[in-house]
C-alpha cells in the first residue's frame, strides 16, 4: 500500500522499541498532517541530539557532556557504586531519588543465546574503577532473568578478593501486588528474603 520515502517512514517508526506497524502508520500519518510544526521539530530535536549527546566516558550514561552530570555532581557519594544494565535503568533508579551514588553501565547483561559475553560488556571497565580503590560498595542492580543473574555471578566472582562490599537489590514481593497475582518464583524468593518487622 506504502512506497518510497512513507514506506521508508514507517519501517523506521516500526523498528523502534514499542511501535509496530499500525503504531508506526498513526504516527506518521500524525507527523506527516503536521508538517510544518511538529514534523520540524522533531527533525530538528533528532539532529540535535545525535549531535550533541554522546556516551559518558566515567559511567555509560547518555548526556551532551562528558562526563556526565550524574558524575560531576560532588554532592553524590562516590564510595557506592550502583551496576546496571542499560541507561535505562539508570534513567529508573535516578526516577526514584533513593540513590545518591555513582552509576556503571554495563551496556546489557551476560547472553550466550544472544552471543554476548564479558567482552561485549563494560566489566573491564568496572573493574578497573573498583581497584581505583574510592568505591567501598557495589550494588548490582541487574534484572531477576537467568541472563541478569548469570552476570551478578559473574561480577561477583570477578570482585572476589577486591576491598569491596557487595550488594544487590531486594526480590520478592511488589509495593501494592497482591500474592495471588504474583508468580511462584517471586513468592519464593520474597519469602526466602523475608526480613524482620
Same mark, same amino acid.
Given at each position: 500500500m506504502f512506497d518510497g520515502p512513507l514506506d521508508t517512514? %514507517?519501517?523506521?517508526?516500526?523498528?523502534?522499541?514499542? @511501535?509496530?506497524?499500525?503504531?508506526?502508520k498513526r504516527i506518521a500519518l500524525h507527523l506527516l498532517s503536521a508538517k510544518g510544526t511538529k514534523l520540524d521539530s522533531l527533525i530538528k530535536a533528532l539532529?540535535?541530539?545525535?549531535?550533541? %549527546?554522546?556516551?559518558?566516558?566515567?559511567?555509560?550514561? @547518555?548526556?551532551?557532556s562528558d562526563p556526565c552530570r550524574v558524575c560531576r555532581d560532588p554532592s553524590r557519594d562516590k564510595t557506592i557504586l550502583c551496576v546496571i544494565a542499560g541507561v535505562a535503568d539508570l534513567w529508573a533508579v535516578e526516577r526514584t531519588g533513593a540513590f545518591r551514588g555513582q552509576y556503571h553501565v554495563l551496556g546489557g547483561v551476560l547472553s550466550a543465546l544472544d552471543?554476548?559475553?564479558p567482552d561485549q560488556l563494560t566489566i573491564n571497565e568496572l573493574l578497573q574503577r573498583l581497584r581505583g580503590g574510592e568505591v567501598k560498595e557495589v550494588v548490582i542492580a541487574l534484572s531477576a532473568t537467568v541472563d541478569g543473574q548469570s552476570t551478578a555471578h559473574y561480577l561477583m566472582d570477578h570482585m572476589d578478593g577486591m576491598n569491596v562490599h557487595v550488594t544487590r537489590l531486594a526480590h520478592g514481593v511488589p509495593i501494592g501486588g497482591a500474592l495471588e497475582?504474583?508468580?511462584?518464583?517471586?513468592?519464593?524468593?520474597?519469602?526466602?528474603?523475608?526480613?524482620?518487622?
Open positions: 517512514l %514507517i519501517r523506521q517508526l516500526a523498528s523502534l522499541p514499542g @511501535l509496530g506497524g499500525r503504531s508506526a539532529t540535535e541530539a545525535s549531535k550533541s %549527546i554522546n556516551t559518558c566516558g566515567t559511567c555509560g550514561n @547518555l548526556d551532551s552471543g554476548v559475553g497475582f504474583l508468580d511462584d518464583g517471586t513468592i519464593a524468593t520474597a519469602m526466602k528474603s523475608r526480613a524482620s518487622l
